[in-house]
T-cell receptor
């Protein structure tokens, strides 16, 4: 098991473009989370999946953001019409069904820069 | 409205001494508190957790203390080692929140040789 993988590691895009990030969780983890982190701040919750069902979305997730986990395995996060304020580190985490309080495993993140 | 606060952006400690990182919270509904460690260009790594019904949890060089009446927790690292230099995040889980975590802003710990 190689842990949680995120791709790409870095993305530079022009304002107004669409971007998509991918997360491959640990295979036996059914819970998957997306967080966003800006400089000098802790991660902020964006959305949560249990298997393929998106069970919770933060108010931070505007209508330009969409996340999917079509088969309950990998997940994608898409940002449409990117804005400079979207520049951040996007973190994916997964956890097993039980004892989730200690089960968060994070990927290395995707750093997005909108120019 | 910050529910989890880490008031020290950075902390410098001599190698071999004790490092104490502090965290305050405002929400009485948090049921678990966690500490994560983050190196540059990597995601956070889980370090240690404590249930709200306990006041101490120890794992090797790391001990977390919880003072519910003061809504305060601290992470002690003894002895501090150069590899402990990283950003440490305090996080809290709210009951019935799909295990969503609320995070502090982090404290950068620098261990001096």
């Amino acid at each position: 098991d190689t842990g949680v993988s995120q791709d790409p590691r870095h993305k530079i895009t022009k304002r107004g473009q669409n971007v998509t990030f991918r997360c491959d969780p640990i295979s036996e983890h059914n819970r998957l989370y997306w967080y966003r982190q800006t400089l000098g701040q802790g991660p902020e919750f964006l959305t949560y999946f249990q298997n393929e069902a998106q069970l919770e979305k933060s108010r931070l997730l505007s209508d330009r953001f969409s996340a999917e986990r079509p088969k309950g395995s990998f997940s994608t996060l898409e940002i449409q019409r990117t804005e400079q304020g979207d520049s951040a580190m996007y973190l994916c985490a997964s956890s097993p069904p039980a004892r989730a309080a200690v089960g968060y495993t994070f990927g290395s993140g995707t750093r997005l820069t909108v120019v | 409205d910050q529910q989890v606060k880490q008031n020290s952006p950075s902390l410098s400690v001599q190698e071999g001494r004790i490092s104490i990182l502090n965290c305050d919270y405002t929400n009485s509904m948090f049921d678990y508190f966690l500490w994560y460690k983050k190196y540059p260009a990597e995601g956070p790594t889980f370090l240690i957790s404590i249930s709200s019904i306990k006041d101490k949890n120890e794992d090797g060089r790391f001990t977390v203390f919880l003072n519910k009446s003061a809504k305060h927790l601290s992470l002690h690292i003894v002895p501090s080692q150069p590899g402990d230099s990283a950003v440490y995040f305090c996080a809290a889980r709210q009951l019935d929140s799909n295990y969503q975590l609320i995070w502090g802003a982090g404290t950068k710990l620098i261990i001096k040789p």
